[in-house]
Nanobody, 119 residues
Framework: QVQLVESGGGLVQAGGSLRLSCLAS????????MGWGRQAPGKQREVVAS???????TYTDSVKGRFTISRDNAKNTVYLQMNSLKPEDTAVYYC?????????????WGQGTQVTVSS
């Protein structure tokens, strides 16, 4: 099993920045991809950014050029640097890891951290 603990959310004005962190523990050697998703009130959860074990990175279009995802494998941590934040970025942000353990694929979500961007 993999456990996730997110930190770094909060309240920020539009145009500001926040950095989210997610520490993974447990069976971390089985982790392949790490990433972040978000869910705004009344909307479905969407994947914001992800980074594979090989370093391949993807972003959803709405955050390209503003958000940067990175991972530190030695620390089992994934980060999301969010710049030029907009009110529409307001959501609960969830860390996600995916991997394979005993031949079975898995995907785990964290508890979430609130990000609120005021206009």
């Amino acid at each position: 099993q993999v456990q996730l603990v997110e930190s770094g959310g909060g309240l920020v004005q539009a145009g500001g920045s926040l950095r989210l962190s997610c520490l993974a523990s447990g069976s971390t050697s089985s982790i392949d991809a790490m990433g972040w998703g978000r869910q705004a009130p009344g909307k479905q959860r969407e994947v914001v950014a992800s980074v594979s074990s090989g370093g391949s990175i993807t972003y959803t279009d709405s955050v390209k050029g503003r958000f940067t995802i990175s991972r530190d494998n030695a620390k089992n941590t994934v980060y999301l640097q969010m710049n030029s934040l907009k009110p529409e970025d307001t959501a609960v942000y969830y860390c996600n890891v995916a991997g394979r353990r005993y031949g079975v694929r898995y995907s785990v979500w964290g508890q979430g951290t609130q990000v609120t961007v005021s206009s």
